[in-house]
């Protein structure tokens, strides 16, 4: 007879674990849910009151009422996971949330309790006080080491404590004591197992998709950071248009368009006085945010000195020196600096580091190779030459950063030197504007659906000689 109580046992044992495979899989669907939910991120999160803990618990006692529904009676008690419930309530919504989510369970393992003997009768008892105090016990772990609950190994750790008290209120409570030792030993793998490995999948599951809700929260608010620092970068550079610079004897455009959100590339346009007029390219090392301040940093030091100093090659020093000093990101700039005298045509420049632009005289465009000095920002110290072209009416120059001639397409062939002369070739009848779309128009071409890896900037100015009567 006793054999035949073990084999029952056994094939119960066997209905259990298989009953357990969909149990596990509903415990990670209702994980995933909860994880899902503003709940458990408010608690995370310290953010915590007393309607989230009563939801908490709501949720943790509907779990715990599933669990005794799916679970299979041995000997009186009901091996199941309903510890789960008030222990998951208890995480993510403190000793209230555990406390609530104890009671539905509890009351609900009262409601169901057999009351055939007085052994059946008195494991329900066990298993209500054992679920209610699971439940307020895990809450107030959770709320004195909630990052510790957090990591799985103290989550299962947790589990097979608290399931191993539920079955010493079994020990403690039901008598005969040998009755309850037949049932402890029968059960206590299983039901310890089930219940930790459970609890810590749930916890598991929770954390993981909480730590994705911030990845996400985060991306967002830094896509949105990125939208205004673009906003602000754009606004940072000075309005072409037919009111500015607002000379008849001048046509400018300009284009700039970042690789990334915000970029390093820049363009100025300023008068220095009332008949001579600076304009500016530049290229900041690097790309993203750190660039981008560096631009705003460079533009405004570049402005300040040329309009500060009566000469451009001091101007420039200057400049670099201003640069060079707390630069401990240790980023630096190409750029190309002219002066234009309105009335003559004089163009003063100086290069630092940057491509030459190509001047476009009698439909021929021919690259302004003179000699360049070194990058802005990059040595203390550095002195830089002024140099001069004189325009004559009609005279186009292209002022472009490395965005355009190092532009690649998908066999990695750069647009290059000749590209951009072959294109800058038609350009003697097109307006500024004109002229920036065209190679715009062929850096596209030649890109195709090639991702962009570096900002491409073109400022273009046409000079239309001195205003009659001059």
């Known amino acids: 007879m006793h054999g035949i109580v073990i084999a029952a046992a056994s094939a119960n044992l066997s209905q259990f674990f298989t009953n357990m495979i969909g149990t596990l899989a509903v415990i990670l669907v209702i994980a995933a849910f909860i994880g899902g939910s503003e709940l458990t991120s408010r608690f995370m999160h310290g953010n915590k009151s007393w309607q989230s803990s009563v939801i908490a618990g709501l949720l943790g006692g509907i779990f715990g009422i599933y669990g005794t529904i799916s679970g299979l009676e041995l000997n009186g ?132 998709i909480e730590k994705q809700r911030a990845i996400t929260l985060e991306r967002s608010r830094l896509k949105t950071e990125l939208e205004v620092a673009t906003t602000i970068q754009r606004s940072l550079l000075p309005p072409i248009d037919e009111t500015y610079p607002g000379r008849k004897e001048l046509d400018f455009a300009a284009l700039m368009d970042p690789a990334k959100e915000v970029g390093g590339d820049f363009y100025d346009l300023f008068f220095v006085d009332k008949d001579r007029i600076a304009f500016v390219i530049a290229d900041v090392s690097g790309k993203g945010i750190p660039a981008a301040l560096f631009m705003a940093t460079s533009k405004t030091t570049l402005q300040n000195c040329v309009r500060d100093f009566s000469t451009l090659s001091e101007a420039v020093s200057i400049a670099n020196a201003g640069l060079c000093r707390n630069n401990t990101a240790e980023m630096f700039v190409t750029a190309w600096i002219g002066v234009l005298d309105i009335p003559t045509g004089r163009l003063n420049f100086v290069c630092a580091g940057h491509n030459p632009p190509v001047l476009i005289s009698n439909g021929k465009p021919v690259f302004v190779k003179l000699r360049s000095g070194f990058v802005l920002g990059g040595m203390d110290g550095m002195k830089y030459r002024e140099q001069s072209i004189d325009l004559k009416k009609g005279d186009r120059l292209f002022l472009y950063t490395d965005g355009v001639t190092e532009a690649e397409n998908r066999l990695h062939e750069l647009f290059g030197e000749e590209r951009l002369s072959s294109c800058l070739s038609f350009a003697d009848s097109m307006s500024s504007s004109e002229i920036i779309a065209a190679v715009k128009a062929a850096i596209d071409e030649h890109v195709g659906e090639y991702d962009q890896f570096d900002d491409i900037t073109m400022l273009c100015l046409t000079y239309n000689g001195p205003e009659s009567g001059d």
């Open 77 to 208: 008690a009901i091996i199941s996971v309903r510890d789960i419930g008030p222990m998951l309530a208890g995480f993510t919504g403190g000793p209230l949330g555990g406390l609530i989510a104890g009671v539905i369970a509890g009351v609900h393992r009262f409601l169901v309790g057999s009351t055939a003997t007085q052994t059946a009768q008195l494991v329900t008892v066990a298993c209500i006080i054992a679920t209610v105090c699971i439940g307020v016990i895990c809450g107030f772990l959770s709320k004195k080491f909630h990052g510790m609950l957090e990591k799985p190994w103290w989550a299962l750790l947790v589990g097979v404590v608290m399931e191993a008290f539920h079955l010493a209120l079994v020990l403690l409570i039901v008598k005969p004591l040998e009755s309850a030792l037949d049932i402890v030993r029968m059960i206590a793998l299983p039901f310890i197992l089930v219940n930790a490995i459970g609890f810590t999948l749930m916890i598991t599951m929770i954390n993981y």
